[in-house]
C-alpha cells in the first residue's frame, strides 16, 4: 500500500495541473470576441487585420444570404444573396472593435455598390455584419463620421446589417495570400486595388 500512495499523489498532481491549464485556455477564450466584415474579396482582407496586435485569427466566408452550406461557385454566381467576408476573432482588451472598423475602411472602396475594384457583382459589396448592438452603434458612428470627414465626392454605399449566419469557406480559400503569395500578389495588383486605395485615402 505504501508503495501505491506516491502514484496516487502524482496522478492528483497531474489532473490537477492538466485542470488548470484548461481552465485558463477557457478564460482565454471567453474574453476574444468576434468581428465580420466584407470588403470585396476575403483573400485581400485576411491580412490587414493578421497585422494587428490583439487579432487571433481571421477565416474566409459568407455571410448575408439566405442559402444554408454555400459554396465558393454557388456564391461566384452571384445567386444566394452572400457577400465574401473575413470573420476576425479579437482580444477587445488588446484591439478595441473601432481599430477594426478603421482597419476595414481603409481597405475597402465604400463608393461602388456591389463590386469592389475589378470584382464585380452583390457578392463583392462592402459591409459591415454587426454581432450586437453595440457593434451596430460602433459601426453606425464610425460610418457617420466617415461621411462627414470624407475627402472624395463620392457618396458612401456600404451596407450595415446584422449577422444572421456565417459560413467558413472551403479552405483552400483560407491564408490564401500565404499560401500562395505569387498568385496573390499577380491579382491584387491586376485588380488595381491599391492604386484605388490610395486614391481614397492616401499614403498609410
Known amino acids: 500500500m505504501s508503495n501505491d500512495k506516491p502514484i496516487f499523489w502524482k496522478w492528483v498532481f497531474l489532473l490537477t495541473l492538466l485542470w488548470g491549464g484548461l481552465a485558463m485556455v477557457q478564460a482565454e477564450e471567453d474574453k476574444v470576441a468576434k468581428a465580420t466584415f466584407a470588403g470585396g474579396c476575403f483573400w485581400c482582407m485576411e491580412g490587414p487585420f493578421d497585422k494587428l496586435p490583439g ?18 461557385e454557388q456564391v ?4 444566394t444573396g452572400h457577400a465574401e ?7 477587445p482588451e488588446k484591439v478595441s472593435y473601432e481599430t477594426l472598423l478603421k482597419v ?12 469592389q475594384f475589378c470584382d464585380v457583382g452583390s457578392q463583392y459589396r462592402s459591409a459591415i ?5 453595440e457593434q451596430k452603434r460602433l459601426a453606425m458612428a464610425s460610418l457617420a463620421a466617415l ?7 463620392q457618396e458612401i454605399v456600404t451596407q450595415i446589417a446584422p449577422l444572421e449566419k456565417f459560413w467558413p469557406a472551403e479552405e483552400y480559400h483560407q491564408d490564401y495570400y500565404r499560401k500562395n503569395p ?3 500578389a499577380y491579382y491584387r ?14 499614403e498609410k
Open 129 to 133: 455584419f454587426y454581432h450586437d448592438e
Open 147 to 153: 461621411a462627414q470627414n470624407k475627402t472624395f465626392a
Open 55 to 72: 487579432v487571433v485569427s481571421t477565416i474566409s466566408g459568407y455571410a448575408g444570404g439566405t442559402w444554408d452550406n454555400p459554396t465558393y
Open 189 to 202: 495588383s491586376s485588380c488595381g486595388r491599391d492604386q484605388r486605395l490610395q486614391q481614397l485615402w492616401g
Open 182 to 184: 505569387l498568385r496573390y
Open 104 to 115: 476595414f475602411w481603409q481597405n475597402i472602396d465604400p463608393t461602388t455598390p456591389n463590386r
Open 85 to 91: 467576408v473575413v470573420q476576425v476573432t479579437y482580444h
Open 76 to 79: 461566384s454566381g452571384g445567386n
